[in-house]
């Protein structure tokens, strides 16, 4: 069974930073497409970035040069290490895995079968 395991999340003022981290089980991460994703209350749940093969990334525009998402392959871990926090970063923060090794440049939601139970990152000004 896939299980993936967020963590990390906290309060921040803006200006700071915060790392995610998502550890797998049940599948080894460096074979599947795996990204973050982020959900504000009262907003759907959004792409902020997508790994496959440990160095193909693809950043929504918003986080792009803020964010960088990475892999751990000895660890099976999956990071996300978010600089310049802004309050318009707060919401619910998200792992998840596609069933195949291809992002193909998307991270529609729907395309993604396993996901984690969230972290929560909230920033203040």
């Known amino acids: 069974q896939v299980q993936l395991v967020e963590s990390g999340g906290g309060s921040v003022q803006a200006g700071g930073s915060l790392r995610l981290s998502c550890a797998a089980s049940?599948?080894?991460?460096?074979?599947?497409?795996m990204g973050w994703f982020r959900q504000a209350p009262g907003k759907e749940r959004e792409g902020v970035a997508i790994?496959?093969?440990?160095?193909?990334?693809v950043y929504a525009d918003s986080v792009k040069g803020r964010f960088t998402i990475s892999q751990d392959n000895a660890k099976n871990m999956v990071y996300l290490q978010m600089n310049s926090l802004k309050p318009e970063d707060t919401g619910m923060y998200y792992c998840?895995?596609?069933?195949?090794?291809?992002?193909?440049?998307?991270?529609?939601?729907?395309?993604?079968?396993?996901w984690g139970q969230g972290t929560q990152v909230t920033v203040s000004n």
């Open positions: 998840a895995a596609k069933s195949g090794f291809w992002c193909d440049g998307s991270y529609n939601p729907a395309e993604f079968r396993t």
């Open positions: 049940g599948v080894t991460t460096t074979s599947r497409c």
């Open positions: 790994i496959s093969g440990g160095s193909y990334t």
